[in-house]
């Protein structure tokens, strides 16, 4: 019998059959996807199951370090634990779950010894399970437990309550709190007992003094710095570049801390490695001195070597030999340049703004009065350099022969080089402050922005330095918010394990650079001076 239907409508209803059974393949396939939930190890789905996963999304939340936190656990026999109770010590919250390979695989293997370790401290190492997230019970925990052969009771932290608001995002996660009961640290790497050690030590208050012990194994036998090493086993080796730079920031450091020795011990290695015809070399390559300076180091060096006359004296001389050199080769019409050819002297008209430092200028017209003037534009330059509302940070640099900001791209280390800079003159505007502590509130500081304040592509990583400049800002300004999300931002950097331990970076880094470390170190003196 021949079909009534026309041709074009049993096309059709073929082509509505084929979608429908696509549709149903499709549906099917999404209900089979993992979700955060049912993937080991990893916290309850808290996103569409359409959203991939990023080690980044298993890192703790800094924003939630340093603050002070409260709640109230249950034992095995259902009595509550005030967390406040627990304050005058340091207290480590191993936050697990029955389910999860991951912690069954730590509290077999290297979870005795790092509590061993802790409490050979006289710290508290808990146990803490998610009471009610996949159905995880007291008795299943315990009985977890028992399997792994641990000998020790969890805590119940009912619907994560806790975990929540300590901004964990996986399983295993360990959260550190200091006699306080501010969250000081929290890692979803599970730390062995040397680690357990150096992290107890940190919540003690060891925070600048484990850096401070890193960077004194970064100084050559000279004093010298380079500026960046390798890492080789446990081990850190130098490179063959001398920086004016980290120089420079090695003498403030030495300054601040009151440590005459490494000053002079910093000092001699500048004078030795890059001091060239009155000017300071921004690099030295083996033996090799750079022809060209880096003006804003040389004013870092002789302003530390004026700080430090004023301090013990006999570094006067020295700084007003240098002030009047690097006034005389750099500054034009009042306006300090980028560098100056030393040999020739032929001097850059670039003026970059992370260079002009009105109050470093400020304190150099003690040494020479000609100073003043240079610091008076510097200032001038700065206030009236920011870009924008929408992005109120500074134009990269003045093109003097247009008589015009100008630059495209912001790298934010020299960015924030420039509003300390301000900072310190009393010139930074509220709107700055806002910008930084907003975004800092929001998610990371990247490296590089355009002028539109969109991030350059290639540039979306995290810096120590970008930071540490930062909590300096913060401190500067009495700014406490920018200070703490700067400071998590930064610590959440912070190494215990390998040849890192105490700097800054992660195991499978296999360079540190000096300028990183210098300004961690530069930002906890502003911080333990509070």
Request: aromatic share 8%; proline share 4%; hydrophobic share 45%.
């Amino acid at each position: 019998m021949k079909d009534p239907k026309p041709l074009w409508a049993r096309l059709a209803l073929m082509i509505l059959c084929v979608l429908l059974a696509l549709t149903v393949c499709l549906l099917a396939w999404l209900f089979q996807l993992p979700t955060v939930e049912d993937a080991p190890g990893e916290t309850p789905a808290v996103s569409p199951v359409s959203d991939l996963l990023q080690a980044s999304d298993l890192t703790p939340d800094p924003t939630c370090l340093y603050q002070v936190y409260d709640a109230t656990l249950r034992d095995g026999q259902d009595k509550p634990v005030w967390l406040h109770d627990l304050r005058g010590g340091t207290v480590l919250l191993l936050f697990w779950s029955s389910w999860c390979s991951d912690c069954k695989a730590y509290l077999t293997s290297g979870f005795s010894a790092a509590a061993d370790a802790a409490e050979a401290m006289g710290a508290q190492l808990l146990l803490v399970c998610r009471e009610g997230v996949r159905g995880d019970t007291y008795a299943q925990a315990a009985g977890q437990l028992g399997d792994c052969a641990v000998a020790r009771d969890t805590l119940m932290d009912t619907q994560a309550n806790l975990y929540t608001s300590l901004g964990l995002h996986s399983v295993p996660s360990l959260a550190v709190l200091d006699a306080q009961g501010r969250l000081v640290l929290s890692t979803a790497d599970m730390p062995d007992a040397e680690a357990i050690q150096r992290m107890i030590n940190y919540a003690r208050g060891a925070q600048q003094s484990q850096l401070d012990a890193f960077v004194k194994r970064l100084i050559l036998p000279d004093g010298g710095l380079t500026h960046m090493y390798s890492v080789a086993g446990d081990s850190l080796m130098p490179g063959n570049t001398v920086l004016s730079e980290t120089q420079g920031l090695l003498m403030r450091y030495a300054l601040r801390d009151g440590n005459q020795a490494l000053f002079d011990q910093a000092w001699q290695a500048a004078r030795e490695r890059l001091l060239n015809g009155g000017l300071f070399a921004w690099q030295t390559v083996d033996v090799k001195r750079s022809d060209v300076n880096a003006s804003l180091d040389d004013l870092r060096i002789i302003d530390a070597l004026n700080a430090a006359d004023e301090r013990w004296g006999g570094y006067r001389a020295d700084a007003a030999k240098l002030a009047h050199a690097l006034y005389n080769a750099t500054v034009s019409e009042q306006v300090m340049r980028d560098f100056v050819h030393i040999q020739d002297g032929c001097v850059s008209q670039q003026v970059t703004l992370c260079y002009q430092h009105p109050a470093a200028m400020k304190r150099l017209s003690a040494l020479d009065i000609r100073w003043s003037g240079a610091a008076a534009n510097a200032a001038e330059l700065l206030k009236n350099g920011v870009i924008s509302d929408d992005f109120p940070l500074y134009w990269p640099r003045y093109d003097t022969s247009a008589n015009a900001y100008a630059g495209d791209t912001l790298h934010m280390a020299e960015a924030l080089v420039t509003v300390l800079h301000a900072a310190e003159a009393g010139l930074v505007e509220e709107r700055t402050l806002q910008w930084l502590e907003s975004t800092l509130s929001k998610g990371p500081l990247y490296a590089a922005y355009d002028v539109q304040g969109q991030v350059v592509p290639g540039y979306g990583y995290e810096s120590t330095a970008v930071y540490a400049l930062a909590v300096q800002i913060g401190q500067r300004c009495a700014r406490s918010e920018l200070t703490r999300l700067a400071l998590a931002r930064m610590e959440r950097l912070r190494c215990f394990e390998g040849a890192l331990a105490g700097g800054y970076g992660s195991p499978s880094d296999r360079t540190v650079y000096a300028y990183d470390m210098l300004q961690a170190l530069l930002a906890w003196q502003c911080v333990s001076a509070q």
